[in-house]
């Protein structure tokens, strides 16, 4: 939603007039027209399935025409902050995806630019080959991985543990709810680091080389570098895709947590891999309470989009590029 | 420059139309569909007086060819093509059907909704009975039976009256039943021993519960290797991610009966917890934890993982469906790797009794005349007469033996004066090759459970024993004594709408249940899993238990009113 007012055809503005805006308009019919299947498929896709958001107002039942059921008021989000597991749910997202924003956030810009510290270019290539490489698993495929990886019975990670006598008796990874929000960063940052770095990687071979020169002239060191144009230079990415994250905040990776609890019947897990989505997916979807489900992802998306502004506004003020 | 501009616009446009066709066209058609002969669409409403089950019939009404979808609501479920193996190549002549078969990937229930709202129904779908199907029913997209039964006696036939009767929605009958039964026959959950485990503990009694809790102590400080040197586990159950398993392991040994998370208490329909028996029975399992005796991964298994560790030898006592898993295909697994290894019944009490009970105080399976799930037809069939042939012939004892044994001209040719096959080959012998070829076992959808219990310990007994099938030798002689056949149970959750308030507090409290559970049996001390015990209790009541089994047991009395009461040793005995 918000996206659409990033390219503002300034120009416009500055002729004045519907005049102006119409001889412009034609001047670029072609260009205009390309935006069109843009709009068109935000139409569909984004504005009205939220016709449905009203079902969260009402008592949905299948078999209905949708938003022709009867009205009930906000009896869903009375039962939805009065259901006891609701704050436990809420509590895992807020911290699933915080852990996340802190970790796996600034984890692909520290390997960008230390991967653009390799000079040797067949070995930089390959280490982002290699890293990049988890993205394409599905988190069906990467789940399994990660099951056998962490296994107590004969697991890669505990016997390499084993062996080396840091502990004495395997740890079941998958089986204590405590280690789960860890676990959940780590595969996450497994999976996510390499394929997140190459769009810092790609800011950072667009950095003028002059720069390095020149501040090389002016005696800074390789760290020194790396901080003020490396580091400086990509911020404006950096601070335009915290936005977009901040935004995602209260998505936490739903197929992740599905395929890490086993679809959420590992009881020793759920409570605390429990989040808004499997919520909304397990009660409302699978238990048939569609209405309910609607106000539970509604909420989110409402805190979503607080969350975005919010962080919108910060950035402004701190004079940086927004959306 | 001009040229370039005519391709760009081309290309917008063609986008466009690409995404307003996406976005607005119809879904591409589904390859579950059936691919329906248009011919076949009037038939046999007036059809000719249906023959009976032992007839076969190529004429008449079965001379157009039907194809149909058949849709399993489970995600587990094997689907083999029909029509490529014997006995549904069989099925398929005598009755000119195809079928198309479909099943969820993952999620039934959500996959069944989202068919329910787009309409999206197939001919014929494999269900559980309840809520999906009560719904189902009232939203009209079920088939009446009724009008079909007329035609063809096969489901009056092989089923009670009041079987018929409880399967009624309504008023109407919808479903027909897989495996049901007139009389106790069968059985599959059973305590397992591995064989070689056992014999390194020295070969301990098991005759009651404290005799097998000795062993796996025994197991647990003595035999903590196999012989291959792999890592034992004391004891284990297939998989139980709410511990469920294991509670109804144990409390059947205290005496107790678990239906779902409840029992009987003093006469009526309670919630187990409220059961002193059932508590003790959850200490003893946070006992069996506390001490290692249960596998660590219990809880976090899959099937797959635990069949492993069962195929390798390392589960030392094993309560399991022992009927499943293609006939306890992992004990075969164990016993062509070590010839000297076995899993084994505990004998002679299947369910060893504790605290000095005796074996006449406990109680076996409790199973229903209407068996498990039911077949419905959708009002989308345009054929449903030929449906209803087709799954209702095999409920029928002619039906039982092609399902079991093939058609005739392989296995066998001719029938005994008992009318029982008489077998060229035992069907121990055959390899998975032959029995795949066949098909034998795979279409019991749906099948009558004593027609395939009778003929197959039977068959099963005439055979030489050293050629004898495990399983059903284990069933005919051990667990099926100790069944017991009553309705008493049947419906009761049935009664509350999972979408009303109670419904919905019901929910909220099995699904309380389902996850704290598991949290009393792993708790570090016995005054924690007492602790999460009355939190439990505490929850329930907060959240319209008491209500829930006022409503429960209004239904249950007036069961047992109707169809009697087994539960009359023990504990349960007035």
Redesign the interface.
């Known amino acids: 939603m918000v996206g659409n007012t990033v390219i503002q055809p300034i120009g416009i503005r500055k002729r004045g007039g519907i005049n102006g805006f119409v001889k412009e308009f034609l001047k670029q019919v ?1 260009l205009q ?2 935006v ?2 843009g709009i ?2 935000i139409i ?2 984004s504005y009205i399935p939220m016709y449905g958001v009203i079902m969260a107002f009402q008592e949905f ?3 209905d025409f949708p938003g022709m059921s009867e009205w009930v008021g906000l009896k869903h989000f009375r ?1 939805l902050f009065t ?3 609701f704050g436990l749910v809420l509590r895992n997202t807020i911290v699933i995806s915080l852990l996340k924003l802190l970790i796996c956030f600034p984890a692909p810009i520290i390997f960008a630019i230390l991967i653009n510290e390799i000079l040797n270019m067949r070995f930089r290539k390959t280490v982002q080959t290699i890293s990049y490489l988890p993205h394409f698993i599905s988190w069906v495929v990467a789940g399994t991985l990660m099951f056998d990886f962490f296994s ?2 004969n697991g890669a990670v505990n016997s390499a543990l084993l062996a080396l006598g840091i502990i004495d008796r395997p740890i ?1 990874f ?2 204590v709810g405590e280690y789960f929000w860890g676990m959940a960063v780590i595969t996450d940052l497994w999976k996510s680091l390499g394929w997140n770095a190459i769009i810092y990687i790609a800011a950072i071979t667009s950095i003028d080389p002059d720069l390095y020169e020149a501040a090389e002239i002016d005696g800074a060191g390789r760290y020194a570098k790396m901080w003020h144009i490396t580091f400086k230079s990509i911020l404006p990415t950096v601070i335009l895709l915290l936005i977009f994250s901040v935004g995602n905040l209260l998505n936490a990776n739903f197929d992740q947590i599905m395929v890490l609890t ?2 959420m ?4 897990l ?2 605390f891999a429990d989040v808004i989505d499997t919520y909304v ?1 397990r ?1 409302g ?6 209405s309910y489900a609607a106000a539970a992802g509604l909420f989110k998306s409402v805190i979503n989009v607080m969350l975005l502004l919010t962080a919108n506004k910060i950035a402004s003020r701190t004079g940086h590029e927004v959306l | 420059m001009k040229k370039f ?1 005519i391709l ?2 081309f290309m ?2 063609f ?2 139309l690409a ?2 066709a996406s ?2 066209g119809k879904k591409a058609p589904d390859t579950s569909k059936p691919a329906e002969t248009s011919e076949t669409a009037k038939e046999s409403e007036q059809g000719t007086e249906s023959e009976s089950s032992t007839e076969s019939g190529e004429s008449g009404e079965y001379s157009e060819p039907y194809t149909f979808t058949h849709y399993f609501n489970y995600d587990w479920w094997g689907i083999k093509p029909w029509g490529e193996d014997e006995v549904s190549k069989y099925l398929s002549k005598k009755f000119n059907v195809h079928v198309e078969f479909a099943k969820p990937d ?2 039934p ?2 996959k069944l ?1 989202v068919m ?2 787009s309409g999206d129904l197939p001919d014929s779908i494999m269900m559980d009975r309840g ?1 999906d199907n009560i ?1 189902l029913a009232r ?1 009209g997209l079920l088939q009446p039976l009724e009008p079909f039964m007329t035609k063809n006696p096969n489901l009056q036939e092989n089923l009670l009256p009041q079987t018929i009767e409880l399967l009624k929605i309504d008023g109407k009958l919808y479903g027909i039943p897989n495996w049901p039964r007139t009389a106790p026959t069968g059985g599959n959950d059973v305590w397992m021993y591995n064989l070689r485990i056992w014999q390194d503990a020295g070969s301990p009694k098991l005759e009651t519960f404290e005799d097998l809790y000795a062993f796996a102590k025994k197991v647990k400080t003595d035999v903590t290797k196999t012989r291959e040197g792999l ?1 034992t586990i004391p004891f284990m159950t297939d998989a139980t ?3 469920w398993r294991l509670a109804n392991a144990f409390y059947r040994s205290y005496g107790g009966v678990l239906n779902g998370w409840y029992t009987v208490l003093d006469g009526k329909y309670r919630l187990a917890f409220r059961d002193p028996v059932f508590k003790e029975v959850s200490l003893e399992l946070n006992k069996w934890w506390r001490e290692g005796l249960i596998a ?2 219990q ?2 298994d ?1 099937t797959d993982q635990i069949l492993e560790k069962a195929t390798n030898g390392r589960i030392a006592l094993f309560y399991y469906d022992h009927s499943q898993d293609d006939n306890n295909h992992f004990r075969k697994i164990l016993k062509k790797n070590h010839p000297d290894d076995s899993y084994e019944l505990v004998q002679p009490n299947v369910f060893p009794p504790a605290k000095g009970l005796s074996p006449n105080d406990i109680y076996g399976d409790i199973t229903s005349t209407v068996g498990w799930n039911v077949t419905c037809i959708t009002t989308k069939a345009k054929n449903p007469q030929r449906i209803f042939d087709l799954w209702t012939y095999l409920l029928t004892r002619e039906a039982a033996i092609i399902q079991m044994y093939g058609p005739p001209g392989f296995l066998w040719d001719t029938l005994d004066d008992q009318g029982l096959p008489i077998l060229k080959k035992a069907e121990g012998e055959l390899t998975a090759e032959e029995r795949d070829r066949l098909g034998l076992w795979f279409w019991m959808i749906p099948g009558h459970s004593d027609h395939v219990d009778t003929i197959k310990f039977a068959v099963n007994d005439k055979l030489p024993e050293e050629k004898r099938n495990w399983v059903v030798s284990m069933q005919a002689h051990i667990v099926t004594p100790t069944k017991l056949l009553s309705d008493e149970f049947v419906g009761i959750g049935d009664v509350i709408d ?2 009303s308030d109670l419904g ?1 507090q019901r ?2 409290c099995e ?2 249940i ?2 704290n ?3 009393v049996i ?1 708790a570090k001390s016995p005054e924690e899993a007492e602790k999460v015990y009355e939190d439990i209790i505490k ?1 329930c009541d907060q ?1 319209g238990m008491p209500q829930i089994e006022e409503t429960y047991d209004k239904k249950y009395q007036d069961n047992v009113k109707r169809f009697g009461t087994v539960l009359k040793k023990g504990r349960y005995a007035k």
């Open positions: 072609d027209l390309l069109i299947p068109i498929h569909i896709f039942r299948l078999g039962y259901d006891p597991n107590v019975d079941h998958f089986g086993n679809q019947t590992n009881p020793k759920r409570a997916y009660v979807i699978s238990g048939n309470r569609s | 501009r760009s616009l917008v446009v986008i466009i995404i307003v976005g607005c993952s999620d229930a959500a909704n329910i709202s809520p719904r939203l890592s991610g709410d511990g660590e991964t809880f976090t899959t999972p979408q919905i929910t909220l699904d309380y389902k996850a559970y598991p949290k792993m929850f959240n």
